[in-house]
């Protein structure tokens, strides 16, 4: 992967590298926490979450990869499911904690680098990235796909829910079911089991949300870290 070195100021996240997004807004991620909500802070569960959830679809320990101010974890966790969501906004992730807090909701939020998920010392059984992938660029994708194997046990479920390229009113980042799969790869520890159309909520999109697919994706045991 190419080398994202340096920093961008008023990132609390001493001596990580910022990501293709970061670089290309010149922000940090927690900037867009700071004057009212993000454009995909919708005050609610995603839509799609909501159903997974319904249908069963999260079990054992679950991980919120860039969980922002925690909607989707903690609707997962009022099941009675353990979860922590991860983020590098600190900002997000006060919000997320003082809701759990509000709500009596059994939560846990900590500050991680997606790339560098490992460093959790943990596994998860069920993992949710609900508006994170897209924002990687292909390079980042790969890297981000190690690092979500370095954490999660064999035999678990990744869903990711990021905008598609299929369908008019896009969101910033659309992406393929190839670029789905060309990340999720055995070598890498993956195999992707579905990529099915979808609807992503965000705030500049009008009820209907955007066109996205939602990908369920196994792990396997394989190349990739165990």
Known sequence: MAERSGGLAGDPFDGRRPTSHERMTGRPWDASYHDGPAP????????????LASE????????????????????????????????????ALATAREK???RGIAAEFATADAFRLGLLGRRFDTVLDCGLFHTC????????????????????????????????????????????RAAFTP????NVAAVVPDRVQTRFHDDAGAPAWLATIRRVQGSGPE
């Open 40 to 51: 995909w802070d919708i005050g609610r569960p995603q839509p799609a979450v909501v159903r």
């Open 100 to 102: 759990a807090r509000e």
């Open 56 to 91: 069963g679809g999260f079990a054992g320990a679950v991980l919120d990869a860039g969980c922002g101010t925690g909607e989707n974890a903690l609707h997962v966790a009022s099941l009675g499911l353990p979860v922590l969501g991860v983020d590098v906004a600190g900002t």
């Open 187 to 190: 070598d890498r520890g993956w």
């Open 137 to 180: 660029d292909g390079d980042e994708r790969q890297e981000y796909a190690a690092s979500l194997a370095s954490a999660t046990e064999p035999g678990a479920t990744l869903y990711v829910l990021c905008f598609s390229d299929d369908g008019p009113d896009a969101g910033p980042h659309p992406v393929g079911r190839d670029d789905l």
